[in-house]
């Protein structure tokens, strides 16, 4: 059975940074892209950022490009969000996913399994 189950989400004040986790069991990780994506209340659910298997390819939303960092740890099986400079903008759910043709894409539909999402919530 596949999990992925996201943590390290919480309630920071702008300016503040927050450290993503994203643990996998249950598919071989380092065959996989992992993506985060975010909804925040009343909106879409949107990209966020994309890294291939090798980690040697990565993606990011305009909106978070040199504040956030995506990255990977294959023997840990677990894919991190580094989140700096935080705005109230950012406050969302944050869900972790994985994809199996293992490039790193932005499009939500190509993801094959996606965790449970934690809340990260920025204050003014």
């Known amino acids: 059975q596949v999990q992925l189950v996201e943590s390290g989400g919480g309630l920071v004040q702008a300016g503040g940074s927050l450290r993503l986790s994203c643990a996998t069991s249950?598919?071989?990780?380092?065959?996989?892209?992992m993506g985060w994506f975010r909804q925040a209340p009343g909106k879409e659910r949107e990209f966020v950022a994309a890294l291939s298997w090798s980690g040697g390819r990565t993606l990011y939303a305009d909106s978070v490009k040199g504040r956030f960092t995506i990255s990977r740890n294959n023997a840990k099986s677990t894919a991190y969000l580094q989140m700096n400079s935080l705005k109230p903008e950012d406050t969302a759910v944050y869900y972790c996913?994985?994809?199996?043709?293992?490039?790193?894409?932005?499009?939500?539909?190509?993801?094959?399994?996606w965790g449970q999402g934690t809340q990260v919530t920025v204050s003014s």
């Open positions: 249950g598919l071989a990780f380092n065959k996989y892209a």
């Open positions: 996913a994985a994809e199996s043709l293992g490039g790193g894409v932005f499009e939500a539909k190509r993801y094959d399994y």
